[in-house]
């Protein structure tokens, strides 16, 4: 894509640490995309710690800064809307509002959705509408998702476990309307010990990596890579090349976070790794 990428990105926002905005901006700063962030909370901290303050964004505030952007005359220039955790339905038809508006503009606009829900050992822990939000408005208006094997299994209301199982449910959430999904943590029962795994497809296209799997649990890590994965994509149009630096760049950062013993994900001391992912990880064609 010639020139710069440009995302709007819709998603929380906090102070302290990394996740939402927080986490996705920098990542895509130091690769070269502008980003224009637009927050649907201002809190502290994010809500793993159990207690935050600050500020839900209220809708209609949201669709102002939204609607402000658009009157700059600047929705042409957009190439993706991404989105994260919805906090409320109200949220989910304003970022609908917003894919219609920039789509309006530029055609070749795409909507890249992180359907945030859950995990396979956390369960669901948003509110019981948003994951029918998701399946029902939100994901049929995407063109790229980016959800993990569990939320991957809602949405389809199905059960991935092996490989032609992932792939079944990746087939079923594509004839929902996304063209491109990538599967954030796919936990083969019969992968060796200690790995994990990421799955991208378009149409007949799927590709899979494989990686250590690291002993942490990092809040924002998913952020980061649904942002990784829509940029490399954007830019390079190859499903193999985006999901090879995308892996690197956000083993790197866990592994950066996991040597320094901190809770939360070390993003400024591992910049060096979205600028230049390091070829350490081989795409293996599935089908």
């Known amino acids: 894509?010639?020139?710069?990428?440009?995302?709007?990105?819709?998603?929380?926002?906090?102070?302290?640490?990394?996740?939402?905005?927080?986490?996705?901006?920098?990542?895509?700063?130091?690769?070269g995309v502008e980003v224009w962030p637009v927050n649907t909370v201002n809190f502290s901290n994010h809500t793993g710690?159990?207690?935050?303050?600050?500020?839900?964004?209220p809708p209609g505030d949201v669709?102002?800064?939204?609607?402000?952007?658009?009157?700059?005359?600047a929705f042409a220039e957009v190439d993706a809307v991404l989105s994260g955790y919805q906090g409320g339905e109200e949220i989910g038809g304003v970022i609908l509002d917003a894919v219609a508006a920039v789509k309006a503009e530029n055609p070749q606009a795409i909507y890249a959705c992180d359907p945030v829900m859950g995990n396979a050992k956390s369960g669901c822990?948003?509110?019981?509408?948003?994951p029918i939000l998701l399946r029902e408005?939100?994901?049929?208006?995407?063109?790229?998702?980016?959800?993990?094997?569990?939320?991957l299994g809602f949405l389809t209301e199905?059960?991935?476990?092996?490989?032609?199982?992932?792939?079944?449910?990746?087939?079923?959430v594509m004839a929902m309307g996304p063209s491109t999904v990538l599967v954030t943590s796919v936990l083969r029962p019969d992968r060796p010990a200690d790995t994990i795994e990421m799955l991208a497809a378009h149409g007949d296209e799927a590709w899979i990596v494989q990686t250590p799997h690291l002993p942490l649990k990092a809040n924002g890590?998913?952020?980061?890579?649904?942002?990784?994965?829509?940029?490399?994509?954007?830019?390079?149009?190859?499903?193999?090349?985006?999901?090879e630096r995308t892996v690197s760049a956000v083993f790197d950062l866990l592994s950066v976070t996991l040597e320094s013993g901190r809770r939360e994900l070390q993003l400024v001391?591992?910049?060096?790794?979205?600028?230049n992912p390091r070829p350490q990880f081989t795409a293996t064609t599935v089908r």
């Open 158 to 172: 199905t059960e991935p476990e092996d490989l032609d199982s992932t792939l079944a449910s990746v087939d079923a």
């Open 125 to 130: 822990f948003v509110a019981p509408s948003i």
């Open 63 to 73: 669709a102002d800064v939204i609607t402000g952007v658009g009157e700059r005359g």
């Open 137 to 151: 408005r939100v994901v049929p208006q995407a063109d790229l998702i980016t959800p993990n094997q569990f939320e």
């Open 221 to 243: 890590s998913g952020d980061v890579t649904a942002a990784l994965f829509t940029a490399h994509y954007l830019q390079t149009g190859s499903l193999k090349d985006a999901l």
């Open 269 to 275: 001391q591992a910049q060096e790794v979205y600028a």
């Open 49 to 57: 710690y159990g207690q935050w303050r600050g500020p839900l964004m």
């Open 1 to 31: 894509m010639a020139g710069v990428t440009t995302i709007l990105s819709i998603q929380s926002a906090v102070a302290y640490g990394h996740v939402g905005n927080s986490a996705a901006v920098f990542p895509l700063q130091r690769l």
